[in-house]
């Protein structure tokens, strides 16, 4: 098959992209004019400069290919930037699954976890579980945004499919994108973390699951590409243990954490530049993000790999690259 893959020099997408080569597909990946293109090197791909929320652009991009995997997005975990990750995340998704309809062919829209309900009881939750909106941040809000507009072409026809992948550890984090996190507890001497926990999961086992759904996913379902289900506590120790430091102490608080999300709000109001300590990075780190992949093991076939393999192979990946 010959497949479009959007974010194909970001985390997933570069993951996702190496996958299709070795299974033999052909891949069209598109890149911005002012794209890192080391993500890449070496690897058998079309690469092709294009505007993804422009609709005249898109459409000799999308007129030879046989599906199309939208992985691309603007992540921000804060308040900042709303209009800009709306624009994207919602005109990228409406312009691409608009095209695959009137060319008849399959798209996967990747979505997030971040998009459900967090686990308030400790149960994790479902693809059914989206009736709630975890956080009001921009990229929460986006995601959510994206979805609607993607079911909306299904409605009209569209063979398009979703998965929401959780949250992903692994080699080929170039940016670095949730990489960032193990490389925090690499450099920080570790006394508190967030008292939540989220659904911790390799990036090559995602890009298993994206395939499979691309082969045998049903049109219009959902499939949450998770993976185990921890605290940030006992990740951040397990991370520590691979690079080799101190684990963190203690959980932080609700209320030292939201105190700690204000200060960050404040002092980004003067920096004009929203700090990573925001308040909804705070808040978002309190919630037990935890949720089933139950769904897509029985009908997609979806494997769940050891997560501490992640993190090493993670590990070893940026020290080769000069990260850490």
Request: with cysteine.
């Amino acid at each position: 098959m010959k497949i479009l893959v959007t974010g194909a020099t970001g985390f997933l997408g570069n993951n996702l992209a190496r996958k299709l080569v070795q299974q033999g597909h052909e891949v069209v990946a598109t890149v911005r004019t002012t794209s890192d293109l080391r993500p890449l090197d070496g690897l058998s791909v079309e690469s092709v400069i294009a505007n993804l929320t422009d609709p005249a652009a898109m459409a000799p991009v999308v007129e030879d290919v046989d599906a199309i995997i939208h992985s691309a997005a603007m992540i921000q975990l804060g308040h900042s930037k709303r209009e800009s990750s709306i624009a994207f995340n919602v005109g990228s998704t409406e312009v691409l699954a608009e095209a695959a309809r009137r060319r008849n062919i399959r798209m996967i829209h990747v979505s997030s976890v971040d998009t459900l309900a967090a686990a308030t009881d400790g149960t994790p939750k479902t693809e059914k579980d989206d009736d709630e909106a975890k956080y009001d941040c921009s990229y929460v809000v986006s995601k959510r945004a994206s979805c609607d507009a993607f079911m909306k072409e299904v409605d009209k026809g569209l063979d398009g499919i979703t998965v929401c992948p959780g949250f992903m550890l692994g080699p080929h984090d170039w940016k670095p994108s949730s990489g960032e996190m193990l490389l925090f507890v690499a450099k920080t001497p570790l006394f508190f973390v967030a008292g939540g926990g989220c659904c911790v999961v390799d990036v090559r086992d995602v890009a298993d699951g994206i395939v499979a759904a691309l082969h045998r996913g049903v049109t219009g379902e959902k499939y949450i590409l998770g993976g185990e289900n921890i605290t940030y506590k006992e990740l951040w120790t397990r991370m520590a243990k691979t690079v080799g430091c101190q684990p963190p102490r203690l959980k932080i608080g609700n209320v030292a954490a939201s105190l700690t999300g204000k200060v960050g709000d404040l002092i980004s109001k003067f920096t004009k530049e929203e700090l990573a300590l925001n308040s909804a990075m705070m808040g978002m780190g309190q919630l037990l993000n935890w949720y089933s992949s139950q769904k897509a093991i029985d009908e997609l076939g979806y494997s769940i790999g050891d997560i501490d393999i992640a993190i090493e192979d993670a590990w070893k990946w940026f020290k080769l690259h000069d990260y850490a």
